[in-house]
């Protein structure tokens, strides 16, 4: 059975800096492509960041664009999400998924209900 755990979250002041993990003890990295949402209370789940299976094409959305970077390692069936410059507005639980999807623009849009998530990991950015 796939499984996706995700973790890394926690506290940190504006301008900081924190590390997700994505780990997928059972999943192949260079056949499934990796995405991360977050959502935070009250507003609607967005689509952060993918890294493609074969070849590592990333994807950022505009909000995070320069700021995270996501990265894998296949040895470690672990992908990253490494956040810098974190505002308040990206506190929210971010998810890591799974699913028969392409990385690139709207990539968020082909995740169906087949799609396997991780439990979520909150991350919050305040002082």
């Known amino acids: 059975q796939v499984q996706l755990v995700e973790s890394g979250g926690g506290l940190v002041q504006p301008g900081g800096s924190l590390r997700l993990s994505c780990k997928a003890p059972?999943?192949?990295?260079?056949?499934?492509?990796i995405g991360w949402f977050r959502q935070a209370p009250g507003k609607e789940r967005e689509g952060v960041s993918c890294?493609?299976?074969?070849?590592?094409?990333?994807f950022y959305a505009d909000s995070v664009k320069g700021r995270f970077a996501i990265s894998k390692d296949n040895a470690e069936n672990t992908v990253y999400l490494q956040m810098s410059s974190l505002k308040p507005e990206d506190t929210a639980v971010y998810y890591c998924v799974t699913d028969a999807i392409a990385c690139g623009s709207n990539w968020y849009l082909g995740v169906t209900v087949e799609g396997v998530w991780g439990q979520g990991t909150q991350v919050t950015v305040s002082s």
């Open positions: 059972r999943l192949n990295l260079d056949v499934y492509t």
């Open positions: 890294i493609s299976d074969r070849d590592g094409t990333t």
